[in-house]
């Protein structure tokens, strides 16, 4: 009897983008069957704020109850999206070589940041990209959008914003890169935690030995060590925090800035680490490290972060950035 693997993602273009990219490398290397199962969350049929709806997890939500009900094998997220908290009964099973982890400034006439004219109206839900655009242009006035990559492509288009900030992996996966005007080097402009990568969890315990195929160890280091940066400041996906880890060889770089919401102030911290052997292990403590180092240096004053920040998770993207 042919084997056969469902997956189950969220109806959106990108979210199907995403997980036809998991289906067509995964078909590829193995022959494996796939069947694609559809999920609509709460967050997909509401157009109330995120906040009022729960914020972190009320994409994901959804996804995860199906795949513990047995509805599915296997859910699709985008990395950058996922709570850093494990979650009961389900792992990551894999994750695949990353996409350009770099934000992208998608503008009306093709304009860099640097040319947008004084006062430009440039769109964003991330408390993170405000304060990096506020950082390099205080004039500008930034509006808080929520939506599919359409939606906000559109409002651009209309001529009701002169920009948006998007992330340039969900572009390139949907085929629409070239609508990027310029994209933000890393080095300037750190991106969300896990950002560009994805991430296929499944249920403790199942073997799907199929998703060794895609499994991208350097990947998954890297995300590992942002991703523990944002779990011990125990900031949410919507924190003011940038993070950028490389693998290169038998060393781990990582480094890590937290903003100050206005713009105004930013703490940042960068360490190395050989991997000798346990990667995972070494990703965790560097990023504890770095974070530690962070909240030394004040972070906590510059930004919800730390044990006794108010977490605000209205950025919860669920994959449209």
Request: hydrophobic share 40%.
């Amino acid at each position: 009897m042919t084997r056969t693997l469902r997956v189950a993602t969220r109806g959106s273009a990108l979210a199907r983008a995403q997980t036809g990219h998991v289906v067509a490398a995964l078909r590829e290397a193995t022959g494996v069957e796939i069947e694609t199962v559809i999920i609509t969350s709460e967050g997909d049929r509401s157009t109330e704020s995120l906040a009022s709806l729960g914020g972190t997890g009320v994409f994901a939500s959804a996804l995860r109850e199906a795949l513990l009900a047995g509805d599915c094998d296997l859910i699709v997220h985008s990395l950058k999206d996922l709570p850093t908290a494990p979650y009961e009964g389900l792992v990551i099973g894999a994750v695949p070589e990353r996409e350009d982890p770099r934000d992208a400034l998608c503008t009306r006439d093709g304009l860099t940041l640097d040319e947008l004219p004084e006062g430009a109206r440039v769109g964003t839900g991330s408390p993170r990209r405000v304060a990096q655009l506020l950082a390099l242009r205080p004039d500008l006035e930034i509006v808080d959008i929520r939506g599919n990559v359409d939606t906000r492509l559109g409002r651009v288009r209309e001529g009701d914003l002169h920009a948006v900030v998007l992330a340039s992996a969900g572009l390139a996966r949907l085929g629409r890169l070239d609508e990027a005007s310029e994209l933000f080097a890393l080095d300037i402009w750190p991106t969300a935690p896990g950002q560009g990568a994805l991430a296929i969890e499944t249920r403790e315990g199942d073997s799907i030995p199929e998703l060794l195929s895609i499994e991208h160890t350097p990947t998954r280091t890297a995300v590992l060590a942002e991703r523990s940066v944002l779990a011990a400041l125990e900031a949410g996906c919507a924190a003011p925090i940038g993070a950028t880890a490389v693998v290169t060889g038998d060393s781990l770089a990582l480094s890590a800035t937290v903003y100050q919401a206005d713009g105004e102030a930013e703490l940042g911290c960068e360490r190395s680490a050989d991997l000798l052997g346990d990667d995972h292990l070494v990703a965790e403590l560097l990023g504890q490290a770095v974070a530690t180092q962070l909240l030394e240096d004040g972070a906590a004053e510059l930004a919800p972060v730390g044990p006794a920040a108010e977490l605000r998770d209205d950025n919860w993207p669920g994959g449209t950035e």
